[in-house]
Nanobody, 123 residues
Framework: QVQLVESGGGLVQAGGSLRLSCAASGRTFSTYAMGWFRQAPGKEREFVAVITLSPGSTYYADSVKGRFTISRDNAKNTIYLQMNSLKPEDTAVYYC????????????????WGQGTQVTVSS
């Protein structure tokens, strides 16, 4: 089983940057696809980005392409989400998730979830 803990959320002004981290436990971390999702109040949880197994392909939601970058460090059992050019509509609780690499742009593709970290972007 995998346990995930997000960190790095906070308050930032529009146009600013923030870097989220997700630390995972378990010896099989490198075998999972790792994704980031977000959920704003009153809205469904939506896909943000995913990094798959070797060679580590990445996919992004259209809303964040060119602004966000997902990466992973298997040696540290950690994934990151670098968020640049932040917009107020990026405000949400951000969750990291681990899955087997199928249906990776939907919540159905993931078996393990962190508790989330709040990101607030002010105008």
């Amino acid at each position: 089983q995998v346990q995930l803990v997000e960190s790095g959320g906070g308050l930032v002004q529009a146009g600013g940057s923030l870097r989220l981290s997700c630390a995972a436990s378990g010896r099989t971390f490198s075998t999972y696809a790792m994704g980031w999702f977000r959920q704003a109040p009153g809205k469904e949880r939506e896909f943000v980005a995913v990094i798959t197994l070797s060679p580590g392909s990445t996919y992004y939601a259209d809303s964040v392409k060119g602004r966000f970058t997902i990466s992973r460090d298997n040696a540290k059992n950690t994934i990151y989400l670098q968020m640049n050019s932040l917009k107020p509509e990026d405000t949400a609780v951000y969750y990291c998730a681990a899955g087997l690499g199928v249906r990776v742009v939907t919540t159905m593709g993931y078996d393990y979830w962190g508790q989330g970290t709040q990101v607030t972007v002010s105008s």
